[in-house]
């Protein structure tokens, strides 16, 4: 195996960033002692109660919240210097005068990532783009010290803030780029430069703005506007937008799939909820690796991650291994056994797609199988159709029991009624009322999912079927 490539010591700065050089780089008026210029800062945050000696304060005002109101407060806990839209009199601390801290925090990530030489994996898609995320970090921790992005850190205040993370001592980056506009994956891709892009698939989210594939698609591959001459592109080729992408810029995409791709699978062995045996062709060879996580699209993201992999010129070995080591985050399909139920826990959000995918899962469930679903947003003008086929897929996967709410989700029990007559379908206007008869309906032995968009915060779903089964376990050992 080749050594690692190390880049340097973690010595508690950041790479020159020094407050001069952040100064030019986000267009700010130095205000402060000259002799504290070319003082670099550790780190950087808009949070006030992430601050650390040495770091950076970049104040965002908020619809509730003004960030600039917790300057004295940072300062007291030992920050470096502090970013500003107004004057601060007699500021004890450099402060950087700015037209606006949330311009200036992408100016100076964008910055930062122009001083790493560490190869940076920037991932989007509709669907997939987290679980893909997990897969390829997990690859790349073969060889790599990898930084990857955190919970939902995906947009123009998430990215910079997961770019701003990075440190001397990580040998990688994988970033997660996620959108709802035109526009706004090209201010992404402007700050973060990715030497890899993997899109994972061309769905139906964000409508609203988007309209139909064919805008998301543009939307997407805003995400080349910045591609080096050496960079790398990393494509779904089951998905027949992007299996239509041709050279860009010169780069030839790698395609990964089941079929007439450079990447495939083959000989899957579904082992339900403990996972999939899989064949993975690559030019170098065949890698026969075990896939922990259940679900067919975990087969996608095991191919894109090997074709990263491929293009960082690693081993079938490591690539095997990471796969193997690849683990589930909360609320992505995380799995938990509480007193006898198997609860799939995929409630951090929801579209046709993922919705569909995560229903493939549980119809590997043993004896009963329970959805808990409920509204998907962002879908435009047939979101109420793209609901009733939802329902039509639950009856389809033979799923047992439907319990739903919301407004939209009226029309997934329509959907699940009409597509037979055994599945036991349950529809209430408040997820309030559906779990009191949830609770009840719910026995040992049952598999469930538990799926929505992230506004009907179904979360709370999750720790009341948990509460419940743990508590009716300790009862039975009393």
């Not at 095991?302 to 796969?323: F, H, T, Y």
């Not at 199988?369 to 996967?397: C, F, I, P």
């Amino acid at each position: 195996m080749e050594e690692k490539k190390k880049e340097g010591a973690g010595n508690g700065t950041m790479k020159n960033m020094t407050l001069e050089n952040i100064a030019k780089a986000c267009h700010g008026t130095y205000l402060g002692k000259e002799s504290e210029r070319q003082v670099e800062i550790k780190g950087a945050v808009t949070d006030s109660r992430q601050i650390e000696e040495g770091y950076l304060f970049i104040p965002i005002k908020g619809a509730r919240v003004d960030g600039h109101d917790f300057i004295p407060s940072v300062i007291e806990k030992g920050a470096a210097a502090v970013l500003s839209e107004v004057p601060q009199k007699d500021c004890p601390k450099p402060c950087i005068l700015v037209e606006s801290t949330q311009q200036a925090l992408k100016d100076i990530a964008g910055f930062y990532r122009e001083q790493l030489h560490i190869p940076v994996i920037g991932i989007t898609g509709s669907v997939g783009k987290t679980s893909t995320k997990e897969m390829v970090a997990s690859v790349l921790s073969e060889r790599y010290r990898v930084l990857k992005t955190e919970g939902n850190f995906n947009n123009e205040i998430g990215l910079p803030l997961t770019l701003l993370r990075i440190r001397r001592e990580h040998e990688a980056a994988v970033v997660e780029m996620g959108i709802s506009d035109f526009g706004e994956m090209h201010r992404l891709a402007k700050m973060a430069k990715p030497d890899i892009c993997v899109i994972t698939n061309i769905g139906i989210c964000h409508l609203e703005n988007l309209k139909t594939r064919d805008g998301i698609l543009q939307a997407k591959s805003e995400i080349f506007d910045f591609l080096k001459p050496d960079a790398h592109i990393v494509l779904n080729g089951e998905d027949d937008k992007l299996s239509a992408i041709g050279e860009v810029k010169g780069i030839r995409p790698v395609f990964y799939g089941f079929q007439n791709t450079e990447i495939y699978a083959d000989k899957i062995e579904n082992f339900g909820l403990k996972g999939t045996g899989v064949d993975i062709h690559t030019p170098e060879g065949v890698i026969r690796a075990h896939i922990p996580i259940p679900g067919q699209h975990n087969i996608f993201n095991a191919m894109a991650a090997a074709g990263v992999a491929r293009c960082l010129g690693m081993e079938l070995g490591e690539i095997k291994s990471g796969i193997e080591k690849a683990e589930t985050i909360g609320g992505r399909t995380n799995l938990m056994e509480i007193g006898g139920l198997l609860l799939i826990d995929d409630c951090y959000n929801a579209n046709p797609v993922s919705m569909r995918a995560s229903l493939d899962v549980l119809s590997n469930g043993l004896a009963r199988t329970v959805a808990v679903l409920g509204d998907m947003g962002e879908l435009g003008e047939n979101e109420r159709q793209l609901h009733y086929e939802v329902g039509a897929y639950v009856a389809e996967k033979q799923i047992d029991a439907l319990f739903c709410s919301g407004p939209l989700s009226k029309e997934m029990a329509n959907g699940a009624c009409d597509a037979n007559d055994w599945c036991e379908v349950f529809h209430f206007d408040a997820k309030e009322e559906m779990l009191e008869h949830l609770l009840k309906y719910l026995q040992e032995g049952d598999t469930v999912l538990v799926k929505a968009s992230h506004f009907m915060d179904y979360p709370k779903v999750v720790e009341a079927v948990v509460k419940e089964f743990e508590a009716r376990e300790a009862a039975g050992e009393a």
